[in-house]
């Protein structure tokens, strides 16, 4: 069974299109996260999520919107996409914020043309 | 200055070679130390994690950190063409892991 997955797991669209991503985890897990991993493969944290809380919010321009109906899910939408936002975007869960270990998603691959 | 720094590579090793890694960190508030590894096209997965000062052996895997020196290691021994992947070395502090940009490893049969 797939701990965390995302859909979709490719996206090629337009600038200024608005996109959403969404993530799931079925390990039962508190916190949710949002990372950001772009051509140099540098991975930094977007957004984190803990029972449906926003914890931590990064530097990040507020086109993007994480949403978390409930604690299995974290959505995260883009509006006017731009080419700079064209990275991998992973999903990530734990069992706390304190936890040492966070599990992946496999990656939503995002080309802004 | 990034807060965690890593020579991207990449690294290309015959296979049974050790691997020596590191990594560097700024900020004082990391207390925990984690290594996450990455294959191409997939997401990152816990490989090792230390607390302290000193070595943690797991496997052919052992992990090192001097606090003191904000210095960080990752040892692979006799290296597999299956430990081909990027290291990510990943503090944690203050509730959030901040990652390196990866050492990228290439073990060749």
């Known amino acids: 069974d797939t701990a965390v997955s995302q859909t979709p797991k490719y996206l090629v669209t337009q600038m200024g299109n608005d996109k959403s991503i969404k993530c799931e985890q079925n390990l039962g897990h508190d916190t949710m996260y949002w990372y950001k991993q772009d051509s140099k493969k540098f991975l930094k944290i977007m957004f984190s999520y803990n029972n449906k809380e926003l914890i931590i919010n990064e530097t990040v321009p507020n086109r993007f919107s994480p949403k978390s109906p409930d604690k299995a899910h974290l959505n995260l939408h883009i509006n006017s996409l731009e080419l700079g936002d064209s990275a991998v975007y992973f999903c990530?869960?734990?069992?706390?914020?304190?936890?040492?270990?966070?599990?992946f998603g496999p990656g939503t691959r995002l080309t802004v043309l | 200055q990034k807060e965690v720094e890593q020579d991207p590579g990449p690294l290309s090793v015959p296979e049974g070679a050790i691997v020596s890694l590191n990594c560097t960190y700024s900020n004082s508030a990391f207390q925990y130390f984690m290594w996450y590894r990455q294959y191409s096209r997939k997401g990152p997965e816990l490989l090792m994690y230390?607390?302290?000062?000193g070595n943690k052996e797991d496997g052919r895997f052992t992990a090192q950190v001097d606090k003191s020196s904000k210095y960080i290691s990752l040892f692979i021994r006799d290296s597999q063409p299956s430990d081909s992947a990027t290291y990510l070395c990943a503090p944690r502090g203050n509730n959030r892991l901040a990652f390196g940009k990866g050492n990228q490893v290439v073990v060749i049969p």
């Open positions: 990530a869960s734990s069992q706390t914020p304190l936890s040492d270990t966070q599990y």
């Open positions: 230390t607390y302290s000062s």
